[in-house]
C-alpha cells in the first residue's frame, strides 16, 4: 500500500484545538472515530499510549509520529494534525511539535498491515526529509494542499 493510500482529507486536521499531547492523541482519535477508522477512542489512546512507552514518537522539527497499533483500529490510515502552538512531546531534539502523523493500525506487530506501517512510515520519514517540506506542511492552506505537499 503508498503512503497516497493511506492519506484521507476527512482525518486532517489544521487547526487543533488541543494543548497537550493527550488531548492531541484525543481529538486525532475522534477524527478517526467519527470516519470509521477506529471503533472506540479510548481504547485506541490506551494503546498509542502503550506504544509510546516503547520509545520516543517525536522526530525532531517540530514532528511526531505517534503509532496506534490496536484491536480498535478497523482501517489502516494516518491521521494528521498541525498545532498552532507548541505541543510539549517526547522527541530527539527535545523540541516540542506541531505537525502529529498518527498511524492507525489494525493487526498486530509483524502482520501485513504492520509491515504496510513500516513501509508507510519510511515513505513519509523521507518525503519529510526533501527539502522545503517541512515548511510548506507548516504553512499550506488546505487540506488538499497539504496532502498534494506529501504526495508531490
Known sequence: MELEELLD??????????????????????????????????GFVSDIYAREAEGITGMGDHIAIPHGISSHAKRIGIAIGRASSMIEWESYDDEPVTLIFLFCIHGAENSGTYTTKLQAEAELARRLGSVGVIDKLQHVGSKEELIDVLTK
Open 9 to 42: 482529507e476527512d482525518i486532517v486536521e489544521l487547526d487543533l484545538k488541543a494543548t497537550t499531547k493527550g488531548e492531541v492523541l484525543r481529538e486525532l482519535s475522534k477524527l478517526l472515530l467519527a470516519h470509521g477508522y477506529i471503533d472506540d477512542v479510548e
